[in-house]
């Protein structure tokens, strides 16, 4: 079991930046993948980068070359740099942990593999 805590968002201008950051109650060293999602009312919820134990990326195509997810194994943190950001990256964002275990399904952004989220932190950019 492991609770998830996200902090770090807030508004901000087009192009601008944040750090979101999701701290966790228990040790993520042993969790296959990690990921962010994000969702805004009315769709559905959407992942944007995911974080092997390998240490190996992956990003949704629509983030590519703007978002960036790191692993802070001192501080049992897993966060996420959005810069650039655009009005359409306006959302909550998740994070989430799979189940200790072996490794994750493909692709690495299906939710199935995440058994732990948090509750999320809101991101608005205005144009």
């Known amino acids: 079991q492991v609770q998830l805590v996200e902090s770090g968002g807030g508004s901000v201008q087009a192009g601008g930046s944040l750090r979101l950051s999701c701290a966790a109650s228990a040790n993520l060293n042993n969790r296959p993948c990690l990921a962010w999602f994000r969702q805004t009312p009315g769709k559905e919820r959407e992942g944007v980068a995911a974080?092997?134990?390998?240490?190996?990326?992956y990003y949704a195509d629509i983030v590519k070359g703007r978002f960036t997810i790191s692993r802070d194994n001192a501080k049992n943190t897993v966060d996420l740099q959005v810069d650039s950001l655009k009005p359409e990256d306006t959302a909550m964002y998740f994070c989430?942990?799979?189940?200790?275990?072996?490794?994750?399904?493909?692709?690495?952004?299906?939710?199935?593999?995440?058994?732990?989220w948090g509750q999320g932190t809101q991101v608005t950019v205005s144009s």
């Open positions: 974080l092997y134990r390998t240490g190996t990326t």
């Open positions: 989430a942990a799979a189940p200790p275990g072996i490794g994750c399904y493909s692709p690495p952004l299906a939710q199935s593999n995440y058994k732990y």
